[in-house]
C-alpha cells in the first residue's frame, strides 16, 4: 500500500521556521521525483519545491526561493522541506508529492502550516 505521511506541520510566528517531513512507503523511493505542494486557502495547488532523483535537480517556486530548502534521504525514504522566514502568506496545506517520470503520482494526504503576523 502506498503511503505518503507528512508531519512536522503547525502554527508559526512570521518570521520563524518549520521543517515538514513525509515519509514514503509503498514504492521504490529512489525512482521517484520527490515534491512539495501547496495550496493556500481559496487558491490553486502551486509547487513549491521539487527534487528529482540521481541528477539532483531541484525546482523551487518563485515565492519561497532563497527561504525554502528541500532535501531527500533515499535510505530512509524521506523528503523534507526547510521553511525559513516564513510568511503569513506561506499559510497553506502543504502536499508531499511522487511522481514516476511516467503515469503513477501519488499525494500525501496534506499537512497545514499557518504563519501568524
Known amino acids: 500500500q502506498v503511503q505518503l505521511v507528512e508531519s512536522g506541520g503547525g502554527s508559526v510566528q512570521a518570521g520563524g521556521s518549520l521543517r515538514l517531513s513525509c515519509v514514503a512507503s509503498?514504492?521504490?523511493?529512489?525512482?521517484?521525483?520527490m515534491s512539495w505542494y501547496r495550496q493556500p486557502p481559496g487558491k490553486s495547488r502551486e509547487l513549491v519545491a521539487g527534487?528529482?532523483?540521481?541528477?539532483?535537480?531541484?525546482e523551487y517556486g518563485d515565492a519561497v526561493k532563497g527561504r525554502f530548502t528541500i532535501v531527500r534521504d533515499d535510505a530512509q525514504n524521506t523528503v523534507y522541506l526547510e521553511m525559513n522566514r516564513l510568511q503569513p502568506n506561506d499559510t497553506a496545506v502543504y502536499y508531499c508529492?511522487?511522481?514516476?517520470?511516467?503515469?503513477?503520482?501519488?499525494w500525501g494526504q496534506g499537512i497545514q502550516v499557518t504563519v501568524s503576523s
Open positions: 508529492h511522487a511522481w514516476n517520470y511516467g503515469p503513477i503520482i501519488h
Open positions: 509503498g514504492f521504490v523511493f529512489s525512482g521517484y521525483a
Open positions: 527534487l528529482r532523483r540521481a541528477t539532483g535537480g531541484i
